[in-house]
């Protein structure tokens, strides 16, 4: 495999990082570059062949067209190398490798972890990643970057996260890089599976909501077509605008947060709390036995038709589509995608949030935007990391 350098560098640097944020979303011809960028098919046709000498493209052959003279498509060069994603999640991780295009080449999710803020605990997690790329046949050295997705207040564009702060306060990315050996950026994890969905299945729309729905909650934004950061990177804390009266202490120490009432934590713990008060579940007998109750039985649970479950989860998409309802009047998006743990219920959550999204938006505001789950699924976060990565890299985000 030839060297790929991962920078881009000189007097057309940036008419370069334009041609590639375009060949990311699709194969394109000189001429729609041309357009795109109101660029000179001569000048496109001279950085193109750069960016296949560097081995950033790819010509993918002549296009079919109803007539005329066929032009040739340039594309992502899917063997440039590799991405591998981390999605660290409460007591799981998922790992994603792909190629340099964004194709899946392997997965593997719910790996039992529990990060810890220590240096053994992430030497531990680089060795699961580099047991998941010895599973998929890739080196460490065909790795061009990785990304790791965390929950909390993460700083991508300082490397810091600030609820895993190690030694003197380096910043995560430059120790997670030594350890593992390879070029790594960190992530909020509901913004690297935005990112995902965007990329992946959002063509049409340029503003875009995403809610994950899991232990906390969280949301990412893509405004006109772009991943929204924020200030200074905080972004999408919905799960803590204080819009409850229900005097439960969030996570984050404070009373009333939105995640207290609309997150599969609240799920977890109204369930507990009805089980104690004698109400009959699929779930009595674990309860009974003072066995976990985990987030997967719930889901499992409402899957089986558990009429406990499905109440609760029904009474938490009343309480989030409320709040959805809310982003909708302020930002009017084209889309908002429900993704995240608690989304497998499907339209046990889906429907109490669509009934609540169309009781409390404004008709006007809302009749134009779109509510459906994540096409990901489980595979968002993973897949995010790898795409957003790859991005950061190569100064395109």
Request: proline share 2%; with cysteine.
């Amino acid at each position: 495999m030839a060297t790929f350098s991962g920078t881009l560098d000189g007097k057309n640097a940036a008419i370069k990082k334009k041609i590639l944020g375009l060949c990311m979303s699709d194969d394109r011809s000189i001429a729609e570059l041309s357009r795109a960028l109101n660029s000179s098919i001569p000048t496109i046709t001279k950085l193109v062949g750069e960016l296949i000498e560097e081995r950033f493209l790819q010509d993918k052959g002549k296009q079919g067209t109803s007539g005329g003279r066929r032009p040739s498509i340039f594309g992502l060069n899917g063997g440039a190398g590799y991405l591998a994603g981390v999605d660290v999640g409460r007591k799981t991780i998922s790992v994603a490798i792909t190629d340099f295009r964004g194709t899946l080449v392997h997965f593997a999710e719910d790996i039992p972890f529990v990060l810890e803020n220590s240096q053994s605990s992430f030497s531990n997690l680089c060795d699961i990643v580099r047991k998941q790329l010895g599973q998929a046949g890739v080196s460490i050295s065909q790795v061009i970057t990785c990304g790791f997705n965390l929950s909390g207040r993460v700083n991508s564009e300082t490397g810091y996260s600030f609820t895993y702060l190690l030694g003197e306060y380096h910043p995560l990315t430059d120790i997670l890089s030594e350890l593992l050996g390879v070029h790594v950026t960190i992530e909020n994890d509901s913004r690297a599976m935005t990112y995902a969905e965007y990329l992946t299945g959002c063509t049409d729309e340029k503003n875009v909501v995403f809610v994950n729905v899991s232990w906390g909650l969280g949301m990412g934004l893509i405004v006109d077509g772009k991943l929204y950061f924020g200030k200074s990177g905080y972004s999408g804390e919905i799960g803590h605008v204080p819009m409850l009266n229900n005097d439960v202490i969030c996570q984050c120490g404070k009373v009333g947060c939105l995640e207290t009432g609309a997150s599969a934590s609240a799920v977890h713990r109204i369930i507990l709390e009805r089980l104690a008060e004698g109400r009959s579940s699929v779930l009595t007998k674990k309860y009974a036995k003072g066995q976990e109750i985990t987030l997967y039985n719930i889901v499992d649970a409402a899957l089986e038709e558990d009429v406990l479950t499905i109440e609760v989860i029904e009474e938490i998409g009343n309480c989030l589509g409320r709040a959805i309802a809310g982003i909708i009047n302020i930002f009017n998006p084209d889309l908002v995608v429900i993704g995240g743990r608690l989304a497998a219920t499907k339209d046990y959550l889906m429907l109490p949030i669509k009934s609540s999204i169309n009781k409390h938006s404004l008709n006007i505001v809302s009749q134009d935007t779109s509510v459906r789950l994540s096409k990901l699924g489980n595979k968002a976060g993973a897949l995010g990391a790898c795409l957003l990565s790859r991005s950061k890299l190569l100064g395109i985000i």
